[in-house]
């Protein structure tokens, strides 16, 4: 079972407004994922780091997103104005290494 | 090329028999292919993998077969339970040094009774 927390669960805001998501890897576990999981169950890779560094992200995250990793803290990602389509579930991931990777439970982000 | 195609959307099955997912990949850099079941509600759960240097791999109920000239690989569920059914997600790494994940559309599985 994953060890993965993710905070909040839920998370409801309005239109224009922040967002913010964090998540702790399991132990031991350098590398960190996001993802989101639309409402047609369709996965898309947001950001990921090993360790503080990013490793890749796309183009999207680079706009409204943002995310960091730091030393001794939770991850956390960021909407920065939410819009409608931004409604989803967000992954956490976190992995030993490029490959396992172990989902947390989800933040079910809800922009109305 | 960053697709993983999966089939099929959707699968009923009488319990005790078999279920099987095929899923096919562009990249031949991919080297690892997990497999996550879905519960409504619920986070993905890894339930098993394979890597390319193998080409079977079996877990309890489960069996992964991977073919790499193909670039297919495949989850084979045995005797299947009602608690199964689920919804279930290939995948295959798009960027081997990366890790970044590329899904499958996902496989909506139900056992009858």
């Known amino acids: 079972n994953s060890k993965v927390i993710q905070t909040p669960r839920y998370l409801v805001k309005g239109q224009g407004q922040k967002a913010k998501m964090r998540c702790i890897p399991e132990?031991?576990?350098?590398?960190v994922f996001w993802y989101q999981q639309n409402k047609n169950n369709e996965f898309k890779f947001l950001i990921n780091?090993?360790?503080?560094?990013?490793?890749?992200q796309i183009d999207m995250t680079e706009k409204r997103f943002s995310a960091e990793c730091p030393s001794n803290s939770p991850c956390s990602l960021e909407i920065q104005s939410s819009e409608a389509g931004d409604s989803a579930l967000y992954l956490c991931a976190s992995s030993d290494s490029y490959a396992e990777q172990f989902f947390g439970p989800g933040t079910r982000l809800t922009v109305l | 090329g960053e697709q993983v195609e999966q089939l099929p959307s959707i699968l009923r099955v009488q319990e005790g028999s078999s279920a099987s997912i095929n899923c096919t990949y562009e990249?031949?850099?991919?080297?690892?292919f997990p497999w996550y079941k879905q519960e409504p509600g619920e986070n993905p759960k890894l339930i098993i993998d394979?890597?390319?240097?193998?080409e079977r791999k079996q877990t309890q109920g489960l069996i992964v077969l991977l073919d790499k000239k193909a670039k297919r690989f495949s989850l084979h569920i045995t005797d299947t339970q009602p608690g199964d059914s689920a919804m279930y997600f290939c995948?295959?790494?798009?960027?081997?040094?990366?890790?970044?994940?590329?899904f499958g559309d996902g496989t909506v599985l139900t056992v009858k009774p």
């Open positions: 990249n031949s850099a991919s080297n690892y």
């Open positions: 394979i890597r390319s240097n193998m």
């Open positions: 132990k031991g576990h350098p590398v």
């Open positions: 995948a295959a790494p798009y960027n081997t040094n990366t890790g970044k994940l590329t």
């Open positions: 780091f090993q360790n503080q560094e990013v490793l890749q």
